[in-house]
């Protein structure tokens, strides 16, 4: 069973819509859990921590269900700016343990029209 | 400016050489990584290392072999033993393990 799970899509929404996008992983001991956004040949970069009590960056909101084992991503009012993949992240590992590493999803492609 | 670099971006190569990509960082970050990535895949941890002169097998490191002599560098060779070399790779860094990654810009290794 992989570690991450998300739903490909692709996922296409019209600008100033609100699309949300879940993500389950398998180990209950994860400690740590990321959104990043991956734009189309290029690298990943953090869009956001997700932290137990959720938190919101502006548009996005990031959520955490550890009964569930789901995080999620809501984008409120979307972009055309916003059209990329997102990719779920989590570890199961503390932070700064000798055994870290991280494990990404296959990501969740999202494309805004006008 | 502080940041990931890798070189070259692109990278052409014929079957049975080996290939070493590059990989800086002048973040002071303690760990490094490489992960390839195929199109429309995920990313696949290749090798990480966490400290100088240290480092571990990810998930798939046959055909792949690094070296950590200095905290900013985390050279990547890949042998004539990788069966399918051609790929996207990708450097990351993290201020210690399983902290957020921050990762370099990426090299199209194409081996014909």
């Known amino acids: 069973r992989k570690e991450v799970e998300q739903d490909p899509g692709p996922f296409n929404v019209p600008e100033g819509a609100t699309v949300a996008f879940n993500c389950t992983y398998s180990?209950?001991?994860?400690?740590?859990f990321f959104w990043y956004r991956q734009d189309c040949r290029k690298e990943p970069k953090l869009l956001m921590s997700?932290?137990?009590s959720g938190n919101e960056d502006g548009r996005f909101t990031a959520q955490l269900n550890r009964a569930s084992q789901y995080i999620s991503l809501l984008i409120r009012d979307s972009k055309l700016s916003d059209s990329a993949t997102y990719l779920c992240?989590?570890?199961?590992?503390?932070?700064?343990?000798?055994?870290?590493?991280?494990?990404f999803g296959r990501g969740t492609q999202l494309t805004v029209w006008p | 400016d502080g940041g990931i670099t890798q070189s070259p971006k692109y990278l052409f190569r014929k079957e049975g050489q080996n290939v070493t990509l590059s990989c800086e960082q002048n973040?002071?970050?303690?760990?490094m990584y490489w992960y390839r990535q195929d199109p429309g895949q995920g990313l696949r941890l290749i090798y990480y290392s966490q400290i100088v002169n240290d480092f571990q097998k990810g998930d798939i490191a046959e055909g792949y072999s690094v070296s950590r002599e200095k905290k900013e560098s985390f050279p990547l060779t890949v042998t004539s033993a990788q069966k399918n070399p051609t790929a996207f790779y990708l450097c990351?860094?993290?201020?210690?393990?399983?902290?957020?990654?921050?990762f370099g810009p990426g090299t199209r290794l194409t081996v014909t």
């Open positions: 992240v989590v570890t199961p590992f503390l932070r700064g343990s000798t055994l870290g590493r991280l494990y």
């Open positions: 973040l002071n970050h303690d760990a």
């Open positions: 997700v932290y137990s």
């Open positions: 180990n209950s001991a994860s400690q740590s």
């Open positions: 990351a860094s993290s201020p210690q393990p399983t902290y957020e990654q921050y």
